[in-house]
């Protein structure tokens, strides 16, 4: 596996790339591609760097695993391919928008649009195992994703943070709330959305947010 990874996110964790775990995750990794189905395809494992530059991030959305079936992951937490039905959480996320902004559900769940203006979509776990949900954790990616983290909380200023369910949040534990925006909510799947993630008004909060430092605020539609 060669880390295919945008130059600046390359620059600002070269020394994660060097350390051991990340070399036990790259021999895991590459032996899992060659002799199992995984998702997403190879090319795409670090998307979320590479459609949202560090300079480029405004917004973070923290996603666990990538989905585990056909055709789904591309890369982005909660994204799925053009012409893939939407998955429960990703409606549920599509309903608290148009909620909250009076935005249409869209007809793609595309999420790259998000990217471009920032949003860095990031999963915990970057690989995973066809129609096994989990099996590529605790090999080493949730290290590299903390270091991540904790290079935005501690090298940027004015970030907003989405927290959705108890594993974002305890992931997001180590970002400095006096430099960013940390929103937290229940998870957006069909178990929790109901207990305060429908009505959360994230979209809106974080717009706010961002133009009151003076960024421009995402545009959420698709």
């Known amino acids: 596996m060669n880390v295919q990874i945008e130059e600046s996110w390359k620059e600002k964790l070269s020394g994660e790339f060097s350390k051991e775990y990340f070399q036990r995750l790259v021999h895991f990794v590459k032996t899992e591609y060659q002799s199992k189905k995984i998702y997403p395809p190879g090319k795409l494992i670090f998307n979320a760097f590479n459609k949202c530059t560090f300079d480029d991030v405004k917004l973070v959305i923290i996603g666990q695993d990538p989905y585990h079936g056909f055709g789904q992951a591309n890369g982005l937490c909660f994204s799925v391919n053009n012409g893939v039905a ?8 599509f309903k608290e928008i148009n909620s909250d902004l009076g935005l249409n559900m869209p007809k793609s769940g595309n999420l790259e ?7 860095m979509l990031l999963n915990a776990t970057l690989t995973v195992r066809a129609n096994q949900a989990g099996s590529h954790q605790n090999k080493g990616w949730e290290q590299f994703t903390d270091a991540v983290i ?3 909380s501690e090298e940027k200023e004015n970030l907003v943070f989405l927290l959705w369910g108890s594993y974002a949040q305890r992931k997001g534990e180590q970002i400095n709330r006096s430099k960013h925006l940390v929103l937290k909510s229940p998870h957006p799947s069909p178990y929790s959305a109901d207990r305060g993630f429908l009505g959360n008004k994230h979209f809106s909060k974080a717009n706010a947010y961002l133009e009151e430092k003076g960024k421009a605020p995402i545009n959420w539609s698709l």
């Open 86 to 93: 939407f998955p429960p959480s990703l409606q549920n996320i």
């Open 113 to 119: 649009k998000w990217s471009s203006q920032g949003v």
């Open 150 to 152: 904790k290079c935005l």
